[in-house]
Nanobody, 117 residues
Framework: QVQLVESGGGLVQPGGSLRLSCAASGNIFSRDRMGWYRQTPGKQRDLVATFTSGSSTNYADSVKGRFTISRDNAKNTVYLQMNSLKPEDTAVYYC???????????WGKGTLVTVSP
């Protein structure tokens, strides 16, 4: 079992920055894939950024060059640095862990990011 707790969301003006954190506990290993997704009301949950294998990363086209995912394996924590935020980045951001060993997906409860003047 894996538990995920996100933090760092909030209200920010366009052009501003936020850093999201996701602390994982339980049966998590350095090879497990951690990432971030986001969802707006009435829409599906979409990939924002994720580690694919090892230190390789994958980003949604809409955030490339603005967002950076990073990970501290010693702390079992994944971060999402979001710069040059736009109103269309407004969403609930969810942390995700894919267990390579069990094939199971785990989700946090989400943290709201609102980008507005």
């Amino acid at each position: 079992q894996v538990q995920l707790v996100e933090s760092g969301g909030g209200l920010v003006q366009p052009g501003g920055s936020l850093r999201l954190s996701c602390a994982a506990s339980g049966n998590i290993f350095s090879r497990d894939r951690m990432g971030w997704y986001r969802q707006t009301p009435g829409k599906q949950r979409d990939l924002v950024a994720t580690f694919t294998s090892g230190s390789s990363t994958n980003y949604a086209d809409s955030v490339k060059g603005r967002f950076t995912i990073s990970r501290d394996n010693a702390k079992n924590t994944v971060y999402l640095q979001m710069n040059s935020l736009k109103p269309e980045d407004t969403a609930v951001y969810y942390c995700n862990v894919f267990s390579v060993f069990t094939g199971m997906n785990y989700w946090g409860k989400g943290t709201l990011v609102t980008v507005s003047p």
